[in-house]
Every structure is written in C-alpha cells, then in structure tokens.
C-alpha cells in the first residue's frame, strides 16, 4: 500500500503562484509514474502533469508553460509549481501514484487539495 498525502493548496488571486506538495508513505523508487490531477465542480477529473521514474515530465496542454512537475526522490515527494494561475485553474488536486510489479499495475490516490483561484 502507498499512502499519498497532499499539501499547499489554498486561495490565490489570478496571476499568482502556489507549489502542491504530495508526500508519499513508501519509497517512491519503485513507483513508476506520478501525476496530478484535477476536478472541477461539475466537471470530469482530468490529468494535469505526469513525472515517470527516470523524470520524464508530461503536461496538459492548458498548463503547459506554466505548472512544473518534479520528484524528490529521496523525500519521496512530488511536487506541482503552479505559476500564472487562472480562475479556470480552481479544482481540487489530487496526487496519483501507479506502480507496477511483473504485470500487475497498481494506483494509489491521495485525498486531494482545494486550490481556488480567485480575486
């Protein structure tokens, strides 16, 4: 089992920058990818950002030159640097872990943080 705890969420005017943190009960060494996503009232969970183990980095689109996802390997935390934030951003963010062993594939959630945006 993988215990996901997420951190640093809150409220923020337009423009402005938060950094999420997801710290991780295990050794994240043997978690092969990592992600953020995001729901938005009414709206379906959607990724934002995926780390891999060896720091391969994906982004939505609408985030794209702006958010910045990184692992600390060692802290066994994730994190989510989010500049230029848009009142489109407001979403609960919730960290994900997949690990796979032999052909099994494993995801672990965490319980999310609220991040508002909002002047």
């Known amino acids: 089992q993988v215990q996901l705890v997420e951190s640093g969420g809150g409220l923020v005017q337009p423009g402005g920058s938060l950094r999420l943190s997801c710290a991780a009960s295990?050794?994240?060494?043997?978690?092969?990818?990592m992600d953020w996503y995001r729901q938005a009232p009414g709206k379906e969970r959607e990724l934002v950002a995926r780390?891999?183990?060896?720091?391969?980095?994906n982004y939505a689109d609408f985030v794209k030159g702006r958010f910045t996802i990184s692992r600390d390997n060692a802290k066994g935390t994730v994190y989510l640097q989010m500049n230029s934030l848009k009142p489109e951003d407001t979403a609960v963010y919730y960290c994900h872990a997949e690990r796979v062993v032999g052909l099994a594939s494993y995801d672990y959630w965490g319980r999310g943080t609220q991040v508002t945006v909002s002047s």
């Open positions: 295990t050794s994240i060494y043997s978690i092969n990818a």
């Open positions: 780390i891999t183990s060896g720091g391969i980095t």
